[in-house]
């Protein structure tokens, strides 16, 4: 069976819950310490220093007999260019079960203006797509393709501030977000750690914490930081320091050795993970599916992990269907995360659902469908409806 088509477009994808909030979130009251932070036009509420107000790019991989798969990635209108005037091309008329040869002809044909960044979330999404479309054409969910459960279920955590709402949805383990950093001094760093304080009081010392700085940090703030929590027990510190600063992830490690480090949703493609496992940089890669080269790159990020006896827990991993067949399967992943999606205090995790046929967390655990492909219940008509 070959490839007829691919085509990519913007669509955006919010949930409409049905059931108001008991009360508003802290997630709502806090914004997230960014690099660019340092700079006072975006140290402030409704400062947008993430990307622009671009819409999310979808693939579409069509099949000779019509079968179609489907995958997402984010900065859309660059990142749909790179796949309808790129690589659509170049793939169009190969066949549908050839990923590995797909994804490596992708990377191959990006050397001129490299295969990461911007570059690599187009490979993800076509990626995506063709393991989607793959499944539908076997009729077996994508994770028996990547050799099948590994797990009964998938321990998750869920990311944001309203952690006492995550314990009573049924997480063990949560994560904090920064909303201050180098720029805000000995002041940002001492309500970071009332912060943690806080929240250590508020669900007690049986639930896992985590702390994510979304590479805003630099070497001497996150160690100075680190030290002072330590009473309160971090599972991990992620994401501290700029993705592309290998040395000072190497500095770090060799300061705080006891600390457990995490960090790889800002890295793309497997390379790098390579690099970072030769010197056990961190103790727990976080690549994200819909970022890192698709479903194919991290398998090879997960074996890679698996090698060297590093955990893998994929960004975002439980938000779509793509992470949470990848995570089923892999040895190497440990747990799952809900970040995007998370509801608001009474509001149930299934109103939240963005691509419909996403399996819910329920009590702290995950065990994704069985449908064919990544068991997504969408036709043309709701792809018309999201598109923008």
């Known amino acids: 069976m070959k490839i007829k088509e691919i085509r990519a477009f913007e669509i955006e994808l919010k949930p409409k819950p049905t059931t108001p909030p008991r009360v508003s979130g802290w997630t709502e009251s806090y914004r997230l310490n960014r690099p660019v932070a340092r700079y006072p036009q975006f140290d402030k509420p409704g400062a947008h220093v993430s990307y622009s107000d671009w819409k999310r790019p979808a693939c579409l991989v069509i099949a000779e007999d019509g079968t179609w798969g489907f995958g997402i990635s984010l900065y859309g209108p660059p990142v749909i260019s790179l796949i309808n005037d790129h690589f659509a091309p170049n793939l169009v008329g190969e066949n549908c079960m050839a990923i590995e040869k797909h994804w490596d002809m992708m990377v191959r044909l990006s050397s001129a203006f490299g295969a990461t960044g911007l570059t690599s979330y187009a490979i993800s999404a076509i990626d995506c797509a063709l393991w989607d479309l793959k499944g539908k054409l076997l009729q077996r969910p994508v994770y028996e393709l990547l ?213 819910v967390i329920k009590d702290g655990y995950l065990v994704p469908s069985d449908a064919p492909g990544f068991g997504l219940e969408i036709d043309e008509a709701w792809i018309e409806s999201m598109t923008v």
């Open 147 to 359: 050799g099948g459960p590994q797990k009964d279920k998938i321990f998750c955590y869920a990311s944001g501030f309203d952690q006492e709402w995550y314990v009573e949805l049924g997480f063990k383990a949560t994560k904090l977000f920064t909303p201050w950093g180098p720029s805000h001094g000995l002041e940002g760093m001492l309500k970071l750690e009332e912060l943690v304080a806080t929240t250590r009081d508020k669900i007690g010392y049986n639930v896992e914490l985590a702390l994510d700085a979304w590479t805003a940090f630099d070497p001497e703030f996150t160690v100075r930081l680190v030290e002072r929590l330590r009473p309160y027990q971090l599972k991990w510190m992620e994401d501290y320091i700029q993705a592309d600063d290998l040395m000072g992830y190497e500095a770090i490690r060799q300061r705080i050795p006891w600390q457990t480090l995490a960090t790889g949703e800002h890295w793309y493609l497997p390379t790098i993970f390579a690099a970072a496992a030769s010197k056990r940089l961190v103790d727990i890669f976080q690549p994200d599916v819909l970022w890192c080269g698709g479903i194919t790159a991290a398998v090879k990020i997960c074996h890679i992990a698996e090698a060297h006896n590093i955990s893998v827990i994929c960004h975002g991993g439980m938000n779509y269907p793509y992470g949470q067949h990848l995570s089923f399967a892999m040895p190497a992943v440990i747990w799952g995360e809900k970040s995007e999606g998370v509801s608001a205090p009474g509001v149930p995790l299934a109103e939240m659902v963005k691509l419909p046929g996403t399996a």
